[in-house]
């Protein structure tokens, strides 16, 4: 550190103080909460290195580090600069991990160097993050252009199919996270709706039936197509109309059926298809005809739709591993399994459900002490939460992140350097991902995906990772502090 | 930027949307659903039961008469046996070596079933051959003694009237739901059972943290939680310990029952059913049950409460009252008797008095044919449209007296009775079908009249007290138990006060006429007691007739009202009338005279058994 360039000033006016304590206090509350969950086994003190809650210190200590390093030495500058070597770096120990890794739980993610262990993912989080700020931010980029949208791609896609390959679902699907930021980058909004849209119909189809999924379908698009078109008054009762009979086609065969006998044979769905098959191809037409882009966008998506729904099956039980299809299924309530695949979703649910408004207290956690709650320092930590301080811990815990999350945005706006702000906005997209996933499936929203929650829970790999991560972005803000 | 403000916006809108349904589903089943603290509870929670102490059961002197005592289980542990000596545990716990092997045989075979468990192997060791199998006891692995609370009954008292302990069954468990688990004791008859809730306590548990594993870890918050047993009420019973035991010898080897009520109160004083379950065996009912069952003279039923008896010339006394209340007889009205009710078959037939008799005399004779008359009176009183219609006006004056209903007592399982009612007798004989003449065997407790000795007895304190009476109980109020109110409140009859005089004085001069004065109860007569009585003999179809008695004494401010009940005792002079006049002398003298003596004897030493058929 050279004194010149840090006057108390500017430390106190560049540093967001704000992001760094909502960190600090992330942390503590996951170390506090380390503690708890093991204390049964009786460590004497939250600093006993022989148990998680002393390592985790160790950790936290080493990550604090880590932050003032990032914050205080390593130029700012290097991280535009190194992207590109860093990127390739990491997907060298991405692919390598899959020859010289050791397996944890079925898959080939972690390095093992004696008593420490690693994993390339995490760190591959930031170089994604580095190089796709520093694409992205190259003059002339526009999201729009093909050339940069497969570019784009293309950094996202290369170490999120690598991660897949190790068979780490749930630290790929956060790379999936990164469609917000290029929503923020000019990416039309209809992906994101796509994409929500194509989730409901795969959910649809498994748990009621590909004809409700066909119908729900249809009627999204045929409301998207008449608000867009700006004839609601005219269209909209029709279109109703149309659903409705649609709806009620299965009922009407059935009884149709009783009196004509060559009816039986014919599915509702096939005459469903059939219509809509017939009304795509003329709207297709029509839209190509009357270049009404928008249109002929909206039939393609029908028939893209249908396309999704009737390969669902196939995707449910080919594509998607054993274990992957049966946390599906547990969470869409297919079928349950409390003694397997649900145990962990059902005893975390228990957790987090018997700690009621203020929780049981401090310690006093009776399902996660006493192991009812497997991977409770690691994946499932946010149980302990749960369970030990109620709805209001757990409520505290989701704004901090809210707030961090919100803070990161709002600071990487007011950045002048496109790279800082769409790097910020990574960041922003990591961290709610893994929020997401990871909250969401210990309360039963999400599948069981084990990805870790970010600064809470045990392990040196993910703390360093996202101290980085985040620090990375606070040394870029009070750069951009500095000289503008 | 594109838009890049607006986009930024959305996003924020986006990530506010998630954290709301995050929050909104924690909230659900943090605050709303009770389904998972409900689970959390159920799988980390062990509750050990504690079991509490049963209350003790006083008499009104303060004398324990059912108390607690400490007995063993001696549990085993099939799995941690090794090979041992079992002549030696056959001697430590004092049963045959063969009963050992045999068990042990048994626990093998059902190795499977038992697994890690502790079955129970011999139960209610007591604590001389418990020291003693505790002292050898590194001798057997496996085996050990759990120390449990049972019954001890330091007075025999009667096994109907204190009632038994016993596990719950399937069938009390569903009429008490939520009250009792499997494994619970519950009071199955008499007074445990009367006053269960008092004398049951609370249960109470300490629970316990387990893992995972089904381990036990810890007190859960170090017992903060947990809840002591509440040690049951202590009930304090009107029953004279004493008194009761006496009674107990008085109808042993007997059939029947004896009850003795202090008039002023209500207070039952003595409640004898005989044959009863003896004590010793109501610790351990369910070992003796087999052999309590098969008695043909069935100790289970408590006939004090339960026996539909008729009450024969006791009852005289109901229908005189009736008549005087009425008009219709007055005390110095005159009746015949020839050997019998003159009109008609000279039934009901008499005995030999002089006639005609005043109503003081009919009592004190006893005579038939004067209460045939009386109640004839009652029955064809032209007050009334029909004799239906006079029959219901006796049933009312009946019931006031407490006859033909359950009185109401605290006993469980009382029963009533019955009477004979206009209802009854259009049905058997037809509308208009039937006259005095054909109902006229009620006029002396007989036909269709029946009551409970508890009934009877209630007539004597009736009439002790000279036109009221208060409910029979058991149940004393003391600290922490409270009785109902009723049984503190005077019931008054519909018959005046003013027309009890007479019929005490009858009974009177019953007792204390002097032999060979027509005095049916002389053999009652007590020095200085002034026992007022009245006996009865009334026929039962199965064989002799049942000797009946009731009485009071003194005759002014009467201390005891008794009722005694012997099945095919004969006469009533000749079973219950001793019976009675000695519970009373005992309970107001404290001792038998020297001259009573020998009767005292006869009775303690009277063996009917042999008359009295089996059921």
């Known amino acids: 550190m050279t004194g010149e360039n840090f006057s108390d000033r500017g430390m106190k006016h560049s540093v967001d103080w704000r992001l760094v304590v909502t960190y600090l206090l992330l942390i503590l509350i996951g170390w506090v909460n380390i503690y708890a969950s093991i204390h049964s086994e009786g460590p004497a003190s939250i600093f006993d290195f022989s148990f998680r809650c002393g390592k985790q210190f160790v950790w936290i200590l080493t990550a604090v580090a880590l932050a003032a390093l990032i914050l205080f030495v390593i130029n700012p500058g290097v991280w535009q600069s190194a992207a590109v070597p860093i990127y390739l770096f990491v997907l060298v120990l991405l692919v390598a991990v899959i020859f010289l890794g050791i397996e944890v739980k079925g898959s080939r993610s972690w390095f093992e160097f004696g008593p420490v262990r690693f994993q390339p993912a995490e760190i591959s989080k930031i170089s994604t993050s580095l190089l796709l700020a520093s694409v992205m931010s190259q003059p002339g980029y526009k999201i729009t252009k093909t050339k940069y949208f497969l570019l784009t791609a293309l950094v996202i896609g290369l170490p999120m199919l690598i991660i897949l390959g190790e068979s780490e679902t749930g630290s790929a699907l956060v790379y999936a996270g990164f469609i917000f930021v290029m929503y923020r980058e000019g990416l039309s909004g209809w992906w994101i709706f796509s994409i929500l849209v194509a989730i409901l119909l795969f959910i649809l189809t498994l748990t009621l039936s590909p004809y409700v999924s066909v119908l729900v379908l249809l009627g999204i698009v045929a409301l998207g197509v008449i608000v867009q078109g700006k004839r609601l008054d005219k269209w909209l009762p029709i279109n109703l109309g149309v659903l409705l009979l649609l709806a009620f086609l299965p009922r009407l065969m059935g009884l149709a059926a009783g009196k004509w006998s060559f009816l039986e044979g014919v599915q509702p769905l096939y005459i469903l298809l059939g219509i809509c098959l017939c009304a795509a191809t003329y709207f297709i037409y029509k839209g190509f005809v009357s270049r009404n882009r928008y249109l002929m966008l909206s039939a393609l998506g029908v028939v893209a739709g249908i396309a999704l729904v009737l390969s669902t099956d196939v995707i449910f039980n080919s594509v998607l591993q054993d274990h992957q299809r049966k946390r599906i299924e547990v969470l869409l309530g297919i079928k349950e399994d409390p003694a397997g695949v649900g145990y962990n979703v059902a005893q975390s649910m228990i957790a987090i459900g018997s700690g009621g408004l203020t929780g049981k207290g401090f310690l006093n956690g009776t399902q996660t002490t006493f192991g009812f709650v497997p991977e409770q320092s690691t994946d499932f930590i946010f149980c302990t939460v749960g369970e030990e301080w109620g709805f209001l811990g757990c409520a505290l815990v989701i704004l901090l992140y809210v707030f961090l999350i919100y803070r990161i945005v709002a600071d990487a706006e007011k950045c002048r350097e496109s790279f800082t702000r769409i790097y910020g906005y990574c960041v922003a997209a990591c961290i709610f991902m893994h929020l997401f996933i990871n909250i969401g499936m210990t309360i039963g929203l999400m599948p069981v995906i084990g990805i870790p929650l970010p600064l809470l829970s045990y392990g040196g790999s993910s703390l360093w990772a996202f101290t980085v991560l985040i620090f990375i972005f606070i040394s870029l803000y009070r750069q951009e502090k500095k000289y503008y | ?615």
Request: aromatic letters at 10%; hydrophobic letters at 35%; charged letters at 20%.
């Open chain 2, 1 to 615: 930027m594109i838009e890049g403000n607006g986009r930024r916006i959305k996003l924020m809108i986006g990530l506010m949307i998630v954290a709301a349904i995050i929050l909104g589903k924690l909230f659900y089943i943090q605050i709303v659903d009770e389904k998972y603290k409900i689970n959390a509870t159920n799988q980390s929670m062990y509750y050990e039961i504690i079991y509490p102490t049963r209350g003790i059961i006083y008499d009104r002197n303060g004398k324990i008469i059912v108390g607690n005592k400490v007995a063993y289980d001696i549990l085993v542990t099939p799995r941690e046996v090794g090979p041992f000596d079992t002549l030696l545990l056959a001697g430590a716990l004092g049963v045959p070596v063969e009963q050992i092997r045999s068990k042990m045989a048994e626990y093998d075979r059902n190795r499977r079933r038992i697994g890690y468990q502790s079955v129970v192997m011999f139960k209610q060791i007591p604590p001389e051959t418990y020291i003693k199998f505790a002292e050898l006891q590194y001798n057997f692995p496996g085996f050990r003694g759990q120390a449990r609370s049972i019954r001890e009954y330091p007075v025999n008292a009667g096994g109907n009237l204190l009632g038994y302990v016993s596990e719950v069954d399937a069938a009390f468990l569903e009429k008490h739901p939520g009250e009792y688990r499997p494994g619970d004791y519950a009071g199955k008859t008499g007074i445990e059972a009367a006053r269960e809730q008092d004398l049951k306590g609370e249960k109470g548990y300490h629970i316990w943290l387990r893992n995972s594993r089904n381990q036990i870890e810890q007190r859960f918050q170090d017992g903060a939680m947990d809840k002591e047993a509440v040690p049951g009420h202590d009930i304090v019973t009107t029953i004279d310990a004493d008194l009761q035991q006496f009674g107990q010898q008085l109808m042993q080897n007997k059939v029947g029952s004896l009850v003795a009520i202090e008039p002023a109160t209500g207070e039952i004083l003595t409640l004898v059913s005989s044959p009863g379950i003896d004590v010793s065996m109501l610790a351990d009912i369910g070992q003796h049950y087999d052999e309590i069952i098969k008695n043909p003279h069935r100790p289970m039923f408590n006939r004090a409460v339960q026996a539909n008896y008729p009450p024969g010339s006791v009852f005289k006394l109901v229908n005189g009252l009736i008549g005087l209340e009425e008009g219709t007889l007055r005390p110095e009205m005159l009746y015949p008797c020839a050997h019998g009710y003159p009109l008609g078959d000279h039934r009901p037939g008499c005995h030999g008095h002089k006639s005609p008799i005043n109503l003081e005399e009919a009592i004190m004779m006893s005579c038939n044919s004067y209460f045939t008359f009386a109640l004839r009176e009652v029955l064809e009183n032209k007050k009334y449209a029909n004799i239906g219609e006079a029959l219901d006006k006796w049933n009312e004056y009946a019931h006031s007296l407490g006859f033909g209903r359950k009185l109401g007592s605290d006993f469980p399982s009382e029963l009533g009775g019955g009477l004979p009612t206009t209802k009854r007798y259009n049905k058997v004989y037809g509308k208009g079908g039937w006259k005095f003449a054909t109902i006229k065997s009620m006029s002396i407790g007989q036909g269709e009249v029946d009551a409970t000795p508890l009934q009877i007895a209630n007539l004597a304190a009736t009439v002790a007290n000279r036109g009221y009476y208060i409910i029979p109980h058991i149940i004393k109020e003391s600290e922490g138990v409270e009785i109902e109110d009723k049984y503190k409140e005077k019931q008054y009859t519909m018959v005046d006060a003013s027309h009890f005089p007479k019929v005490v004085q009858g009974m009177w001069r019953a007792v204390n006429s002097g032999a060979g004065m027509g005095g049916t109860a002389w053999i009652a007569h007590v020095d200085g007691l002034d026992i007022c009585g009245k006996t009865g003999t009334a026929q039962n179809s199965r064989g002799a007739d049942n000797s009946v008695f009731i009485c009071f004494a003194p005759k002014d401010n009467p201390k005891i009202a008794v009722a005694a009940y012997v099945e095919n005792g004969g006469f009533g002079a000749t079973w219950a009338a001793p019976i009675a006049s000695l519970l009373v002398e005992k309970y107001l003298n404290g001792e038998i005279a020297e001259q009573r003596k020998p009767l005292e004897t006869r009775i303690l030493q009277g063996n009917l058994m042999a008359r009295v058929k089996g059921y």
